[in-house]
Structure formats: C-alpha cells, structure tokens
C-alpha cells in the first residue's frame, strides 16, 4: 500500500514537472529556434535569431562565407549560398539551424488600378431557359444533362471560341432536324452529349434552351511587375462568373489602364467599390495567361510606373513578415496611385501556398474617410513592410470593412512562373 502511494506520488511529481517544460524560458528559446531558414542577400540585411547557449558557431562553406556572426543573436549574410549556426552549451552543441542564403531579387511594386478583360475557353453556360414549341414548353440543355457552370469546348467535332460560332451549328441542325453533339467540360471532366435543338414558335427562330457567356470583365490593383521577364500578378484572387460562382477558365485576355471615377463607401455587413472606366480595346498594357486563387498573371507589353515605388524593390518571405506597421499602394481616385498606412494583426509563416496568409487592417484616417476600408477593386494592392513588397490585399472581411486578407507575395510569384530559387529559369523565361 504505501509502495503505490510513493509510485504515484512520483508519478504526478513527473508528469507536472514534464507539462511545466514547455514553460521554462530556456526550452521556450529552443523550441522557437527553426530548423531551416532561407532569406536573401539584400545590402545591409540582418538575421535575428533568440540567443541561446553559452556560445554560438558560423560553419560555412569552405569557399565561401556566407554569413558572419554579429553577436549571438544577429548574423549578416555576405553571399549567397547555403550555412548553419551552431548554438553550444558547455561546449556541446544543442542546436543546428540550416541557413539558405539567395540570390538579391527585387520587383517593382504596382498598385495602378487596372481594368481586366477575360475571353473564356469555349463558351460558359450560366443558365437554362424553356423553349415555346408547338407542343409545348421543352428544356434542351437540361434533357442534355449540360449543367450550369459547364463548358462548351466544341460542337460537332469543331473548336467553339466564341458564342457567334454556336447559332450556325444550332440552325443547321434544327432546319436538317439532326441533333448535336457537344463536347463538355465540367469541373476536372470532359464528356460528350446529344443536344437537341426546337424550334421557337414564338421568334420561329431554333433554340438549345441555354444562356451562354464568352467573356468577363472588372477592376482590380496590379501588384507587381518582374522587369526582367516581364511579367505581372495582379488581384490577388480568382476571377469568377458573377452568374455560376464558379472560377473562369480562360482562353486568352487583356489588361489595360483604368480610370476610378467614383467610390461606394464600405460598411458593416455591405463591401465597398470602386467605380471605374476603361475601354477593353484601348491602352492596353499587358495580356493575361493565367487565372488562379492567387490572381490573373501574364506579361506586360511595358514598364509601367506607379509614381511613388518606382524602383525594384526586395521581398519577404512569409516567415520574414512582422505584426505592425506596414504601407499598401493603391488608387482611390484618377490613376493616381497613393501611399496609405496599415497594420499587419496577423501573419502566418506558410511553408506551402495559400490566399489567406495575413489579416490586414486599414489604420489611415483619409483613406478610411474616402473607402471606409478595403473595398472591391482594391484587391492586388501590393503591402510593403520595412522596403520590402510583402504580398497583396485580397478581400474585406464583410463585418469589419476596415479589415481583410492578405496573401504573401511568394505565392503569386509562383503563379506568375517566376522562380526565386533558381534565378537561372527566371532568366530564360
């Protein structure tokens, strides 16, 4: 009997001082000490690490050195290439941290209000509508199985580009009485249907009984312009159908300048939005190749300046993204691209892509006084902390306009094909 109480006295002694170890400050710095960490080699740049141990170790490369030890806390890189620091208690070492040094990269921020036009892959189905024949009131695209949100890609064997390309196909068919058969997309899967057209009694014109869109078109911010392959991320999100919801699989499509005429001011429980003109086909400044969660991206046909960051500036990691104050760039009237104060309340140090990696909050006083917060449109305005581009805003949290999301700039770098690893494909692209 008094054997089991001693063993469970001890057993509660151990477990209480085992949960009280993450606690004690000497374990806290071990355990907020990373494994791995990559930065670059930017002029003057510094690395803060907890110090830790009774002394700390540089190993470089027998080559080069890559880094330098300031004191045991701060380290200045020198070069690009690959290191570890060593922290040493007693003369045994407790921790390794790899160190990955690259290459100095900079864009050029944006922050230009941008008008987007989207040409879709084949032709979008955003609805169904009965057709008035003489026998009554039929359905084609639903007896079809063709859903809202799919996608025709062809027709009879033939490449369907735009909605024009469709009547034909559909008064051949109806005058010959032959059905149709349409190859569609929905989501990942592609099939093939029977799609009967009827003729309406009411225009005695033949109809499918589906609405159908080619195109799209929106404001947005750009980000950000790489000036050595050209090339641009812009919003920040995905463009959808306004109709399907659904993210728009595009064919090709445009940027050009666009101009903020008015805004509707955001307040709880109602998104904001800039008010703007542009024309689809003037003052073009770059095309678009890519529509993803992180943004449109493609190539511009020039340098375009913002008026205020002008010059290539250097990013930061997610890992590198500090709580505190920070700038965005954006438009609220004109093209005049202007500097507004925020607050980053929260980054998350994503180690894999991801839309949502900062919460940001508008703090600017006249901006808040002209928007009320973060509005529709201003999605893509590029953040900059401490001179370096950060990421973009992407939406407004709709009980809070004053804050919203932010992504990390890494992400919609790797969208835009851009590798920050390997700078020789940067090159070639």
């Not at 100095?104 to 987007?116: A, C, E, L, T």
């Not at 034909?168 to 149709?180: F, H, I, Q």
């Not at 000036?227 to 399907?244: F, Q």
Request: glycine share 10%; proline share 5%.
């Amino acid at each position: 009997m008094k054997n089991n109480v001693i063993r469970n006295g001890l057993g509660i002694i151990l477990l209480v001082a085992f949960l009280c170890i993450p606690f004690i400050t000497p374990i806290q710095t071990y355990l907020s000490l990373p494994n791995q960490i990559t930065t670059f080699n930017n002029t003057n740049e510094t690395l803060t690490l907890p110090a830790m141990g009774s002394s700390v170790q540089v190993n470089n490369s027998e080559s080069d050195e890559v880094i330098e030890a300031i004191d045991a806390s701060e380290f200045r890189t020198l070069t690009s290439g690959k290191s570890d620091i060593v922290y040493e208690m007693a003369g045994i070492p407790i921790k390794r941290v790899n160190v990955d040094v690259l290459d100095d990269f900079k864009i050029i921020p944006g922050g230009q209000s941008i008008g987007v036009n989207l040409q879709t892959l084949g032709v979008l189905v955003v609805g169904h509508h009965l057709v008035d024949t003489s026998d009554g009131k039929v359905s084609p695209g639903e007896d079809a199985d063709i859903q809202v949100g799919d996608t025709l890609l062809s027709i009879n064997g033939e490449k369907i580009n735009n909605m024009k390309e469709v009547t034909p196909y559909v008064d051949k068919a109806g005058e010959n009485g032959n059905e149709l058969t349409v190859e569609v997309k929905r989501d990942e899967e592609t099939f093939k249907t029977q799609l009967k057209p009827y003729l309406d009694s009411k225009d005695d014109s033949y109809r499918i009984g589906l609405y159908i869109r080619d195109s799209a078109a929106g404001i947005g911010t750009m980000t950000f312009y790489e000036p050595k392959s050209k090339k641009y991320g812009a919003l920040g999100h995905v463009i959808s159908d306004m109709d399907t919801r659904k993210p728009i699989e595009i064919n090709n499509g445009t940027i050009v300048r666009s101009n903020i005429k008015s805004i509707d001011k955001g307040s709880n429980g109602t998104p904001g939005e800039k008010q703007a003109e542009f024309s689809s086909g003037e003052n073009q400044i770059g095309n678009i190749t890519k529509n993803s969660p992180f943004g449109v991206f493609g190539k511009l046909d020039k340098q375009i300046n913002n008026g205020q960051m002008d010059k290539p500036m250097p990013i930061a990691l997610p890992h590198e993204v500090k709580e505190g104050p920070a700038k965005i760039l954006t438009v609220v009237e004109g093209e005049e691209v202007e500097e507004f104060d925020v607050k980053i309340v929260n980054s998350v140090q994503q180690k894999f892509p991801a839309t949502k990696g900062m919460i940001v909050k508008i703090t600017d006083k006249e901006l808040l006084d002209k928007t009320g917060g973060i509005v529709q449109g201003m999605s893509g305005s590029p953040i900059i902390q401490d001179g370096k581009v950060i990421g973009a805003v992407t939406h407004v949290f709709v009980n809070d306009p004053t804050s919203g999301y932010g992504v990390h700039i890494e992400w919609m770098l790797n969208e835009a094909g851009i590798d920050i690893y390997k700078e020789e494909k940067q090159e070639a692209s």
